[in-house]
């Protein structure tokens, strides 16, 4: 069995720092050693979109 591979896991700036991403990767990692996948790839960048929401700058 081949490396599970995590892409493309966005998410809105309305509703970031929330922990949303982390308990998506966390679900889709015990999903795929339940499913027997010997490891996670996930390969990821930060893109800015702007002041985060509630912030003063």
């Known amino acids: 069995m081949s490396l599970l591979r995590l892409a493309d896991l966005f ?3 309305e509703v970031r720092r929330r ?3 982390t308990a998506v990767i ?3 990692a ?3 050693k339940e499913h027997g996948s010997p490891g ?3 390969r ?3 893109i800015e ?3 985060e929401p509630g ?3």
């Open 11 to 13: 998410v809105n700036a």
């Open 26 to 28: 966390e679900w889709v």
């Open 49 to 51: 979109s702007g002041p």
């Open 19 to 21: 922990g949303i991403a």
């Open 44 to 46: 990821y960048r930060v």
């Open 55 to 57: 912030s003063t700058s």
């Open 30 to 32: 015990r999903d795929a």
């Open 40 to 42: 996670l790839y996930l």
